[in-house]
């Protein structure tokens, strides 16, 4: 590992720390190094407030140092007036002489206007640092920029022959199949903080009933999405409930459920749904969504390649029979994770948790 590397790889250990808090902004890490000696550590800590260059210069306690230091920064500093000033403009005004970032912006606001900033001031830059390390990091971010629609994540839990549920009789309808353990579905609830949004289809909202909130670990419930396109869905269910903002896709022109924190949106089920609810969510910044099932609305997605990583939990258990689990083509002996496309918009990671 190069020096540069060292301390890169510092502001990427940083910038996780605001895992969760940042979105729809990206996670930074910023280091200060003077004579081979860190004399500042930032990271930007929650959205709306100060980016992790400004809590980096802030926290040297010698200013003057300043002026003799490199600024290490896992991501091109803003150029631009958003909800803070721009960080270049900072960097400039505190005469750094230099400047190393792992990845420019994908935002088209910045997208090398900060490093060009910086370069005209007469400050030394060099990108590329643990680029890929970088991208990795912010990849809900840069799916949004890129693709300008939410960062997809597939979730589903599947018995060891491969069934997500059994064929359930009226009896049982509000009755799944148990697959996953008390460790596992903590562990759904911690990625359910980090999305904005989390959606299942009709039939699942029927027969399980669920609340799709992130009850078992600590953070933000994301907004909860569902289709109705017939309105087959009891006004009863959990998914109204005033726990999480609802949002609610239907083609019934008189579907109507009087709360606030319910969201009817007609659209037209015969021309592009998918890509319509992916629109709509876009616009409406929710830039991250999570897709929990059931079969026919994950392969929805997986049909036409609308996905960008996985988590399929696969127990001990055997069905037999049942409902089948959507299918991703893997091979066996995968690892756990990995992305067949990480230089194409860091496309399609699977997870795989064995129980």
């Known amino acids: ?120 001031a007469g400050i030394e830059v060099s990108c590329g640092i643990l680029e890929k390390e970088g991208k990795e990091l912010n990849r809900m971010f840069f799916v949004n920029q890129l693709l300008n629609r939410p960062y997809i994540i597939l979730k589903w839990a599947q018995s060891k022959d491969g069934f997500i549920d059994f064929e359930r009789q009226d009896s049982v309808v509000n009755q799944p199949a148990k697959i996953s353990n008390i460790i596992t579905q903590c562990f759904v609830h911690k990625e359910r903080t980090l999305v904005q949004g989390i959606m299942v289809g009709t039939n699942t909202v029927i027969k399980d009933n ?78 991250s969504l999570m897709i929990e099932g059931g079969t026919f609305l994950l392969n929805s997605f997986i049909e036409r390649d609308l996905w960008d990583e996985a988590y399929v939990e696969v127990s001990d258990i055997e069905f037999n029979s049942g409902v089948k689990a959507p299918s991703l083509n893997w091979q066996s002996g995968i690892s756990k994770r990995y992305s067949n496309s990480l230089q194409y918009h860091l496309k399609n990671k699977i997870t795989q948790n064995f129980l």
């Open 210 to 287: 669920p609340l799709l909130t992130a009850r078992k670990w600590c953070g933000n419930h994301p907004v909860r999405i569902t289709l109705d396109r017939n309105g087959r869905i009891p006004r009863e269910s959990k998914i109204f409930n005033d726990d999480a903002p609802t949002i609610v896709f239907t083609e019934k022109e008189d579907y109507n459920i009087k709360k606030k924190s319910v969201t009817i949106v007609t659209l037209d089920f015969s021309n592009d749904v998918n890509l319509n609810i992916l629109s709509y969510l876009y616009k409406h910044k929710i830039y």
């Open 1 to 120: 590992m190069t020096v540069n590397e060292k301390y890169m790889f510092r502001c990427l250990q940083l910038a996780i720390k605001g895992e969760g808090f940042t979105k729809p902004n990206p996670m930074v890490g910023a280091v200060i190094v003077h004579n081979n000696n860190i004399i500042g550590e930032g990271f930007h800590r929650q959205y709306g407030k100060p980016h992790a260059e400004v809590n980096a210069i802030a926290s040297v306690k010698d200013p003057s140092l300043l002026s003799e230091s490199t600024l290490y920064v896992s991501l091109e500093p803003c150029s631009h007036y958003g909800k803070t000033p721009p960080c270049a403009e900072l960097i400039i005004s505190k005469q750094i002489p230099r400047v190393v970032i792992a990845s420019t912006d994908p935002n088209p606001t910045v997208a090398g206007k900060g490093i060009e900033l910086l370069r005209n």
